[in-house]
């Protein structure tokens, strides 16, 4: 018996497409403020200024969204838990990770059937919000040296002098890249999933709803 | 001398300026000087006459070491072609030993810096230039046969201040870059438990040690230091925030290389590898060479002389970011990142079209779909 659940939650679903926006338009002006490739024609002209004020904008949305996010892991639903992210300690987790993984890897043939996210997915997520505090971190980091005893440079400041300024960078750099690999992974997987396991995977993230067959769980 | 000092009436003692004619120092040189200091040090103008006070009646005796250094701190200091007030006050008035500059050679030299310590035990300040081989118990540095290492502890151990100049002495400069074979260190590390001030710079800029001088004449301390020990009147502001070229990056005109259309007309250095937004000093309001100029004026990006570690961090030079570990020099973090996310992209595609023809599903609803295209 197939049954209509409500799975992803509104704060779920508003900070899944905040995010989404944001690493889009933090990578694009990302890239422009690493390697500038456009020139202005004029002095005149705020290329530089108004792409460096879109970041930090971007910046300020996507960690609000991302606290969000965190404070939704503790009072959400079952689907929302932080819970999710340790599907290791469980048997069932365990068991359900490595049949996913083998899934994926041609070399098993049956998807563990689940009704928010995959153990394996959620690991992989536990890794993205990993890398998401990261480029928090290390880019209000680098970005509070415009005030030196100011905010940013009052909290976050002696990670700049422990890690080295040019290090920082590099890994705010890497992780980008790492992300972009993530989206593309992400989007192909929900792709994949919406087709093999038929549950309305791709439109619950826009509705919350999924289909839910009881007896496969 | 006046009493009030308003912002407009700023009066130095007539006898102060006499003395200082007396000296070859004209009152305009000697004025200039108080004038440049006091805005250097970030103080209010009411505070010209106090400094002019400060360094006519205080007198700080210094003894100034080198150990792994090129001497470019000392000629930074000696850069000027006339006796201006920095000069008398760091060279003549001041310092009791300097190895390069002194007359005395030797055993007497040696006597000179031991008995200034005995004299001043406690009082006088020590200038450190050149990092500090630590690595095999110190035995790569030695002056008149001891270790460089002892000497700074014993000489900065006894000082009311150690002041460490250029980026060897404030954080082990190019002697501790990679490989390090010296095991050069910092004074800091050298000394844990002296008050170290660190003035870096490839080499420093002399009014900096000349303002850091006159603050300890004016006020008795140190000036306040940044997390590095940097004081902030000099290391308070990136270079990128006060750079001339500032307007041309956030324009977004940038010269894309040596000699091209961009580069002559003054553009941020920005795509050269200027390392102006990672480094903290005040190069772009004071120059160097009495003001005359510096790198980015000059032409040629910061290569972030003024930062921990800057031979290994800053480098590639000519680069805005450093090399990513374990891959060649040529590949950088962006090339890097492009054949990452291809990558991704081309194994996933090729996954799809493989799952896109792919049967065997385990589940029950899938059968029901099965059934009902079937019907």
Redesign the interface.
């Known amino acids: 018996m ?1 049954r209509i659940l409500y799975v992803w939650q509104l704060p779920v679903r508003l900070t899944h497409w905040i995010n989404a926006i944001c690493v889009v338009v933090l990578s694009v002006t990302g ?1 422009y403020i ?3 490739f ?3 024609g ?8 108004w ?1 460096r004020f879109i970041h930090y904008s971007f910046a300020y949305l996507f960690t609000f969204s991302v606290l969000a996010r965190v404070i939704w892991f503790v009072i959400g639903n079952e689907w929302a838990s932080w819970r999710m992210f340790f599907p290791w300690k469980s048997r069932k987790g365990r068991k359900n990770a490595l049949d996913f993984f083998r899934y ?1 890897t ?1 070399t098993g ?3 563990p ?1 689940e009704v928010g996210h995959n153990a394996l997915a959620s690991m992989a997520y536990a890794a993205i919000f990993t890398l998401f505090i990261v480029q928090i971190v290390s880019g209000f980091a680098l970005y509070g ?2 005030a ?2 100011g905010f940013w440079d009052s909290i976050l ?2 990670v700049v ?1 422990l890690v ?4 920082l ?2 890994t705010h ?2 992780v ?3 992300l ?2 993530f989206v ?2 992400h989007i ?1 997987s929900a ?2 999933m919406d ?5 309305g995977t791709m439109s619950s993230i826009f509705g919350g709803y999924k289909y839910i ?1 009881q ?2 769980l | 001398m006046k009493e009030e000092q308003s912002s407009e009436t700023v009066v130095l003692s007539e006898d102060i300026l006499q003395r200082w004619e007396a000296r070859g120092v004209s009152r305009r040189d000697f004025i200039k000087f108080c004038t440049g200091v006091t805005a250097t040090l970030a103080l209010p103008i009411s505070f010209i006459p106090k400094v002019a006070e400060a360094i006519e009646d205080n007198r700080v005796p210094v003894i100034w070491m080198e150990f792994q250094g090129c001497t470019g701190d000392s000629e930074a200091l000696l850069r000027a072609n006339q006796p201006t007030v920095a000069e008398i006050i760091l060279d003549r008035l001041s310092i009791e030993y300097h190895e390069t500059i002194m007359a005395a050679a030797g055993h007497l030299a040696e006597e000179s810096k031991h008995q200034a310590m005995e004299t001043y035990r406690g009082k006088y300040i020590a200038v450190v230039e050149g990092s500090i081989p630590a690595g095999d118990g110190g035995v790569y540095c030695t002056v008149a046969g001891e270790s460089a290492l002892n000497i700074v502890r014993k000489v900065c151990g006894n000082a009311a201040a150690t002041i460490a100049v250029g980026n060897c002495a404030t954080f082990g400069g190019i002697p501790a870059a990679a490989p390090n074979p010296t095991g050069a260190i910092s004074v800091q590390k050298a000394v844990p438990g002296a008050t170290v001030l660190n003035l870096p710079g490839c080499p420093l800029n002399t009014d900096n040690l000349t303002a850091t001088i006159v603050h300890f004449l004016t006020f008795g301390k140190l000036p306040a230091t ?3 020990g940097r004081p ?1 009147f000099a290391y ?3 270079i990128h ?1 006060n750079c001339e070229r500032r ?8 010269a894309e290389a040596f000699g091209d259309e ?1 580069h002559r007309k003054g553009f941020c250095l ?2 050269l590898g200027c390392k102006g ?2 480094t ?1 000093h005040n190069c772009p309001t004071i120059r160097y060479n009495e003001g005359t100029s510096w790198p980015v004026m000059a032409g040629h990006g910061c290569i972030g002389c003024a ?3 800057f031979w290994d ?2 480098s590639p030079f000519y680069r ?3 090399q ?1 570990p374990g891959f060649g020099v040529e590949v950088t ?2 090339q ?3 054949g ?2 291809v ?3 081309v194994a ?2 090729a ?2 079209v ?3 023809f ?1 049967k ?7 059968k029901l ?1 099965q059934k009902d295209k079937e019907e």
């Open positions: 197939i890239i690493g390697h500038p456009i020139s202005a004029a002095t005149a002209d705020f290329l530089m200024g792409t994926y041609f043939s049956r998807i059937y040296q415009y030196p005893g400041g002696p002098t080295g300024n040019q290090t960078r590099l750099h890497l980008m890249w790492l972009a690999g593309i992974n192909y792709w994949l087709m093999k396991e038929m549950n067959d007896e496969e | 940044d997390r590095l902030l308070g502001k990136r925030d307007s041309h990056f956030d324009a977004g005109q940038y961009g920005y795509k937004p990672e903290f930062e921990p570690g961090t800053m805005r970011l450093p990513v973090a962006d890097l990142g492009v990452l996310a990558g991704t992209a996933f595609g996954h799809g493989v799952s896109a792919r065997g599903h385990a589940f029950k609803s899938d779909v």
